[in-house]
Every structure is written in structure tokens, then in C-alpha cells.
């Protein structure tokens, strides 16, 4: 099924998992990126729609029922073996539930979090001249040793690499870093609360691989990167 040409964007704008893609990639590899963030294409679906949901669920729940997982996964299976579904729907009604499953392994290492409902309606992220989609899907509460009230904001990567080099997970692992830090600068524009946004309940949740990368304490370095990136994409997208 073909993707659906949109119209371009004639001011930068980026998803948090690209410019986090872009930050690790090469020169060449980075070009594509932006070309296709200038001119994107609409998916013929929206890849694990249906499992999204039902983890924030099962993830907000202090008890953390099953039920929505379980509830999640009869639909899934319902679709995967119904003729009329197009195999692209199986396919993702596949990984879907291989979410489900993958979110559950990882009850030990969310455990302790405190997660809560992120708001519906959330605005976008403006770094240096560019506009970064970065959704919360969750927020986390949690308090400091001092008793401090803290916040941050959880981000769920649902994706199929299954990549296992070195390289690869080296390079998961400084795209998670990236995307946390990112829910961090997030959570200062666009999150009001009382609380205290803190680095390390600012979460890239890599699902498929298990993986959990909190803010770094000292992110400066990340930021300025970032920042730095940002104003050269901007200063460039004119000429994509």
C-alpha cells in the first residue's frame, strides 16, 4: 500500500525520533531525513495504534491490571485471523502484540515509576527556529530525597529494529538518550505543574528491546547539541 504524498512544510518541523535518527546518522543519511520531514508522505496506517493505548492504561494502573493488555490482545488476534483484514493490518496487529507481550516483561524495571495520564491536547516543542513533535505519553511523578515534588514525562518507542550488534544498540542507546532529553525540554515548555521537572523521570521507553534511558544528570552537552542542530537545520531548509 502506497504512502500518500502531503503537502510541504514550508517551515522546519521534525518528529522527536527523527531529529533523534538525524543526531546519530551520517551526513548522507542525514539529507534524507530532512528531505523527508520537508516533504513527508502519509502512512497508510498509524503502527501500533491499538497498542498504545492499552499500555498507558495498564502502565497509569498503580495495581497494573492486565485487563487492557488482555482486552488489547483478543482484538489483535481477532484482526489477525479475520481474511478481510489486508495483510499490512496483520502485520501490525502481529507487532502489536508482541508490545503487549514486551511491556509486561518489563513490570520489574516500571515498577517503581509513578506514571500518570499525560494531558490530551499537548503543543510542540520550538528549538532554535524548528518545531519538534515530541508527544508525552505518560508523565511521572516522583519525589526527591529532600521531599521535593518531581515531575517529567514518559515517551513509549515502539519500533522493528531488531538489530543486536554492538553499533545497533549503541546506536539505540544515544537515540534514547536524545529522545529523553528531549521529553525533558518538553516538560519545560509545556507542562504546567507545580512540580519540579527532573532529568531522571524524563524516559525514552525503548518497548521491543526492554530498555528504560532516563534524562542524563548533566544533559548540557546533549542540549547544546541539539540546539546547535536545530539552528543548522533551520538555516537549510529553504534550500531542501
Given at each position: 500500500m502506497a504512502r500518500i504524498p502531503v503537502a510541504e512544510r514550508p517551515?522546519?518541523?521534525?518528529?522527536?525520533?527523527?531529529?533523534?535518527?538525524?543526531?546519530?546518522?551520517?551526513?548522507?543519511?542525514?539529507m534524507g531525513i530532512l528531505r523527508r520531514a520537508k516533504a513527508p508522505q502519509k502512512p497508510p496506517i498509524i503502527r501500533y495504534k491499538d497498542a498504545r493505548a492499552p499500555v498507558c492504561a495498564y502502565l497509569i494502573d498503580p495495581a497494573r491490571n492486565m485487563r487492557p493488555l488482555v482486552a488489547a490482545e483478543e482484538m489483535l488476534r481477532q484482526r489477525m485471523d479475520d481474511p478481510a483484514t489486508s495483510p499490512l493490518l496483520r502485520d501490525d496487529a502481529s507487532h502489536s502484540i508482541e508490545v503487549l507481550h514486551a511491556i509486561q516483561q518489563m513490570r520489574n524495571q516500571l515498577g517503581a515509576l509513578d506514571f500518570q495520564a499525560a494531558p490530551r491536547d499537548q503543543g510542540r516543542l520550538a528549538i532554535s527556529g524548528v518545531e519538534v513533535s515530541v508527544r508525552a505519553d505518560l508523565l511521572v511523578f516522583s519525589s526527591s530525597r529532600t521531599g521535593e515534588e518531581q515531575i517529567g514525562a514518559a515517551v513509549l518507542r515502539m519500533t522493528m529494529d531488531d538489530a543486536e550488534t554492538e553499533a545497533a544498540r549503541e546506536r539505540r542507546r544515544n537515540m534514547g538518550l536524545y529522545v529523553a532529553t528531549l521529553a525533558r525540554l518538553y516538560v519545560d515548555q509545556?507542562?504546567?505543574?507545580?512540580?519540579?521537572?527532573?532529568?531522571?523521570?524524563?524516559?525514552?521507553i525503548d518497548v521491543q528491546h526492554g530498555e528504560i534511558f532516563s534524562g542524563p544528570t548533566a544533559n548540557t552537552r546533549r542540549v547544546n547539541d541539539i540546539e546547535n542542530v536545530c539552528r543548522m537545520i533551520a538555516a537549510i531548509w529553504p534550500t531542501l
Open positions: 517551515q522546519p518541523r521534525i518528529s522527536a525520533n527523527d531529529l533523534a535518527l538525524y543526531m546519530v546518522s551520517s551526513d548522507t543519511a542525514r509545556n507542562i504546567a505543574s507545580n512540580r519540579t521537572a527532573a532529568n531522571r523521570l524524563c524516559l525514552s
